[in-house]
C-alpha cells in the first residue's frame, strides 16, 4: 500500500487545488503490526473510520462515483491497478470520457486569490480585487505593476505582439462562426457578426482587445453569405 501511495504522489503535479487522498488516514490509523495492511483490510479501515479526514472522504466518494472507470474495461481500469487511480482520473483524462457520475464527483480547481483574478490574463485589479488578495498576491501583483510600468524591453513587446495577435485571431473565429451560424439560419447576419464581436471586447478584462473594424466585419460577412450560399 505504501508502494502505491508513493507512485501516485510522484504522478500528481502541482495543481491549484489538493487531490483527494487518503494517504494521512493510511498511515496514522490503517497501518501497523496488528492492523490487517492487504488492500481490502486498509479499505475496510478507511471505510470504518469516524474521524476520516475531508480528502479521504472526497477520494473514497470518488472510487464509488467511478467505479465504472476504474474497473473492467474502463478506462482508468489499467491505472487504478497501478496505483495511479486519482492521476488518471483527474489529470489524464477529459472528464467527457469518463461516466456521468464520476464527471459529478470529480475536484474543482477554485482558484483563489490572484490566481483566480489572472485566470484570462494578467490585468489592472480594482480596489475591491486588490482587498481579497494576501501578503504574498499583493507583493506579486506590485511587483508586477512595478514592471509594468517600466521600460519594455524588446522581448517584452514581441510577447505583447503575439498576445494581441492570438486575441484578435480569437475574436475573428468567434466572430466569423456566428456569422455563418446566422446565414444558414437566414438571420440577421451582420447583427450576429456584431454582437459576437461586442461580446467577445466585454470579456477582455485584459484591455488590450481592439476592436474589429467595420470593413473586417463587412468582410466576414459577406464570406458567411457566400459560404451559406454555396451549401445550399
Not at 50 to 62: E, G, I, P
Not at 86 to 113: D, F, H, I
Amino acid at each position: 500500500m505504501r508502494f502505491i501511495i508513493a507512485l501516485w504522489a510522484l504522478a500528481v503535479p502541482a495543481l491549484a487545488f489538493e487531490l483527494p487522498s487518503c494517504e494521512a488516514d493510511t498511515e496514522q490509523h490503517c497501518l501497523g503490526e496488528d492492523k490487517d495492511m492487504s488492500p481490502e483490510g486498509i479499505d475496510a479501515c478507511l471505510t470504518a473510520l469516524a474521524d476520516r479526514s475531508q480528502r479521504c472522504t472526497d477520494y473514497l466518494a470518488l472510487l464509488e462515483a467511478c467505479k465504472a472507470d476504474i474497473s473492467g474495461d474502463g478506462i482508468c481500469a489499467a491505472a487504478h491497478g497501478d496505483g495511479e487511480t486519482v492521476p488518471c482520473l483527474v489529470q489524464r483524462t477529459k472528464p467527457e470520457s469518463l461516466s456521468e457520475s464520476c464527471q459529478a464527483a470529480l475536484p474543482k480547481n477554485e482558484l483563489k486569490g490572484l490566481a483566480k483574478f489572472w485566470e484570462d490574463g494578467k490585468r489592472q485589479l480594482n480596489i475591491n480585487e486588490i482587498s481579497e488578495l494576501n501578503a504574498d498576491d499583493k507583493d506579486t501583483y506590485n511587483r508586477w505593476q512595478k514592471k509594468k510600468k517600466g521600460k519594455k524591453t524588446e522581448k517584452d513587446r514581441e510577447r505583447d505582439f503575439a498576445v494581441k495577435g492570438a486575441k484578435r485571431e480569437r475574436v475573428i473565429t468567434l466572430v466569423t462562426a456566428a456569422a455563418k451560424k446566422a446565414a444558414s439560419a437566414g438571420e440577421d447576419v451582420m447583427a450576429a457578426a456584431e454582437a459576437e464581436a461586442k461580446q467577445a471586447m466585454a470579456e477582455d478584462m485584459t484591455g488590450t482587445l481592439k476592436p474589429l473594424s467595420k470593413a473586417e466585419l463587412t468582410s466576414i460577412v459577406k464570406e458567411a453569405k457566400s459560404s451559406a450560399k454555396s451549401e445550399l
